[in-house]
T-cell receptor, first 114, second 109 residues
Framework: DAMVIQNPRYQVTQFGKPVTLSCSQT?????MYWYQQKSSQAPKLLFH???????NEADTPDNFQSRRPNTSFCFLDIRSPGLGDAAMYLC?????????????FGSGTQLSVL | GQNIDQPTEMTATEGAIVQINCTYQ??????LFWYQQHAGEAPTFLSY??LDGLEEKGRFSSFLSRSKGYSYLLLKELQMKDSASYLC??????????WGAGTKLIIKP
């Protein structure tokens, strides 16, 4: 089945130790998104790629970076994780940007920072 | 500014009907999505409305009034597996989703 896959499902890192989260998709969608979601809060958009065009949200900290080496893969790099970065990180895709383009989410990576 | 308002938590009984309301203020409007999110899992798509009125899809229906900035999700014949958070998310003029914090729905036997 075509899908969005995130690895790992759970990630534990140490304060200040760089960590990379990965996402892959077999849907051949043009748009890929990274969201951060903390408990009982709305998902917060960090970045999105429309094909190779990178879009950084204005309030995304510099500590967060992203790479999309090809259509299928997208990575989220957290250069120096702090305790406040502990959250669920959700990767999502959509076929294009537009009115009725629903998002397909991966299962998420729950990040813990010790 | 952009704002989504939905109740934090609701409780309903198995087999009953529940309506989850959402009011929104966005810069422009290109439709509204409802997503379901079980605890510890990713959101899954439920519905999309862009025109006024009611869209029915099985046990779930979604209503939109653009002039009032209002939507609701109606869940019928509630089942225990419907216990989840329900997120309202309108699309603004830039086709950006503006997410609400979600309504946690608790179903009791």
């Amino acid at each position: 089945d075509a899908m969005v896959i995130q690895n790992p499902r759970y990630q534990v890192t140490q304060f200040g130790k760089p960590v990379t989260l990965s996402c892959s998709q077999t849907l051949n969608h043009n748009v890929m998104y990274w969201y951060q979601q903390k408990s009982s809060q709305a998902p917060k958009l960090l970045f999105h790629y429309y094909d190779k065009d990178f879009n950084n949200e204005a309030d995304t900290p510099d500590n967060f970076q992203s790479r999309r080496p090809n259509t299928s893969f997208c990575f989220l790099d957290i250069r120096s994780p702090g305790l406040g970065d502990a959250a669920m990180y959700l990767c999502a895709t959509s076929s294009n940007r537009g009115s009725n383009e629903k998002l397909f989410f991966g299962s998420g990576t729950q990040l813990s920072v010790l | 500014g952009q704002n989504i308002d939905q109740p934090t938590e609701m409780t309903a009984t198995e087999g009953a009907i529940v309506q989850i309301n959402c009011t929104y203020q966005t810069s422009g409007f290109n439709g509204l999505f409802w997503y379901q999110q079980h605890a510890g899992e990713a959101p899954t798509f439920l519905s999309y409305n862009v025109l006024d009125g009611l869209e029915e899809k099985g046990r779930f229906s979604s209503f939109l009034s653009r002039s009032k900035g209002y939507s609701y999700l109606l869940l019928k014949e509630l089942q225990m597996k419907d216990s989840a958070s329900y997120l309202c998310a309108p699309l603004d003029s830039n086709y950006q989703l503006i997410w609400g914090a979600g309504t946690k729905l608790i179903i009791k036997p």
